[in-house]
């Protein structure tokens, strides 16, 4: 391929400098001039800007674009993700430069804006926020797993939205600017409005894993002790679904819409603890031989596996998956968003960090097919965990597995997942 080849096939894609965007550019002209930038500012009144692309109709032009607070500060940047998530997930589709885990912002002229332009696809859906850097550029900066950064006052859409239930993991209650392009997918079912179920907040104590959790029981509409037996969903870091998403509503109106009627079982995370989510054998026993048989005595729940789904993202949808493959007999459906397919049972923390990859992937492959229905989804900025999931996509339809599959232009976030799910859920109970 020639150099004016890769170029045009990189422009296509997205890759590489995107065009300038008008509206700074024009700013540019006029920066040295004080009205000219506080006419800017008085006409900025919802960032980052979108604005067409000259060269693509998929694509748009969005820019980030910050008012400078400190007058020492040397640089902004727009941080992606600021936690939670290496900086290969960053820099694989969202960044421009390539260079790490956030992306600076360049000062316009002589004034105090300061902006970035990013070519993206119109359907991208993520979230961001801001950091302003002062002191000593020489310095160490702060690590991005810190709260230094902030959310755009220039863009009303946040998430999480206001926390309903208290949660112990602080980590994801730091509201981030959300953005959502024309194109990115909406689902009515993820509409607000009343609940039409029960949700019930309980007390779960194991035996088989000591740990004692809260679980949410949500029930829908029309529940009745003596009626039909229902379907169950298990769904794995249950208090970050109830305190920052609409879980519950969500399968009201699915319901509403015609669904099939299930009962939520939504089941709190330790990751305090060794062992919680990912493989391990003792959790995943506790869930099926201590929590379902539970929910199964106090609640009217189908004891059927093609009528049990158990539903995770990252760690939790590597469990979700080990759940499956460990207990066919009991969960006949697995719902895994993003998850940690890398995983072998070296993983650690150090130089042996990416030892044993694939380890599901090979038994998948090298054992005799179950009777699971599985849906995997991923995120196009997540990085390495495309291909990974991608190629366990291929393992799974190899052998004979009943699999969906999705992939979303996104990133590691309950806001990208919140609406994966709903089409996760049409996937393994399409024929309910």
């Known amino acids: 391929m020639d150099q004016e080849m890769a170029r045009r096939w990189l422009a296509a894609h997205g890759v590489g400098d995107p065009p300038p965007s008008p509206t700074i550019e024009a700013l540019r ?17 919802r960032t980052p800007l979108v604005e067409r692309d000259p060269t693509s109709a998929t694509h748009r032009l969005l820019t980030f674009v910050w008012r400078q ?3 020492d500060a040397h640089g902004v940047e727009v941080v992606p993700l600021p936690r939670h998530v290496h900086a290969t997930a960053l820099t694989s589709g969202l960044m421009a430069d390539h260079t790490g885990a956030s992306m600076p912002l360049r000062r316009i002229g002589a004034s105090d804006v300061w902006a970035a332009t990013l070519r993206v696809r119109a359907d991208l859906r993520t979230v961001y926020q801001l950091r302003e850097l002062t002191g000593d550029p020489a310095a160490p900066r702060a690590s991005i797993g810190t709260f230094d950064a902030h959310v755009d006052p220039l863009n009303p859409d946040r998430f999480p939205p206001p926390a309903r ?3 112990g993991d602080a980590a994801y209650t730091v509201p981030e600017s959300v953005v959502e392009l024309p194109d990115a997918p909406r689902r009515a079912s993820l509409r607000g409005g009343p609940l039409s179920g029960r949700t019930h907040e309980e007390s779960f104590t194991s035996v088989l894993f000591p740990s004692t959790r809260r679980v ?3 029930v829908p509409e029309g529940y009745a ?7 169950v969903l298990v769904l794995h870091d249950g208090q970050h679904w109830m305190a920052h998403t609409d879980v519950a509503g969500t399968l009201d109106r699915r319901v509403a819409a015609g669904a099939a009627p299930l009962v939520l079982v939504a089941v709190e995370s330790r990751r305090d603890l060794p062992g919680d989510l990912g493989c391990g054998e003792e959790f995943t026993r506790s869930v099926v031989e201590e929590l379902l048989p539970g929910v199964r005595a106090r609640w009217n729940v189908i004891d059927d596996p093609a009528r049990t789904i158990v539903a995770g993202q990252s760690w939790g949808a590597l469990n979700a998956l080990f759940t499956g493959l460990r207990h066919p007999d009991v969960v006949g459906n697995v719902i895994a968003q993003s998850g940690s397919f890398w995983w072998g049972p070296d993983f650690g923390t150090g130089p042996e960090f990416h030892g044993g990859h694939g380890a599901l992937m090979h038994e998948i492959a090298t054992r005799p097919r179950l009777p699971l229905r599985v849906h995997l989804e991923v995120g196009l900025l997540e990085g390495d965990q495309v291909p990974v999931n991608r190629h366990l996509r291929d393992v799974l339809l190899a052998k004979g597995y009943d699999t969906g599959y999705a992939e ?16 996760a859920l049409d996937s393994v109970t399409r024929d309910w």
Do not use: K, M, Y
């Open 29 to 45: 002209a006029v920066a040295d001039d004080p009205a000219a930038v506080e006419a800017f500012w008085a006409r900025t009144t």
């Open 69 to 71: 607070q400190a007058p």
């Open 165 to 167: 239930v208290p949660v």
């Open 216 to 218: 949410w029981v949500h």
């Open 225 to 231: 002790a003596d009626g039909p037996p229902l379907g």
């Open 408 to 423: 979303f232009h996104g990133q590691h976030s309950w806001l990208c997942w919140q609406h994966g799910i709903v089409d």
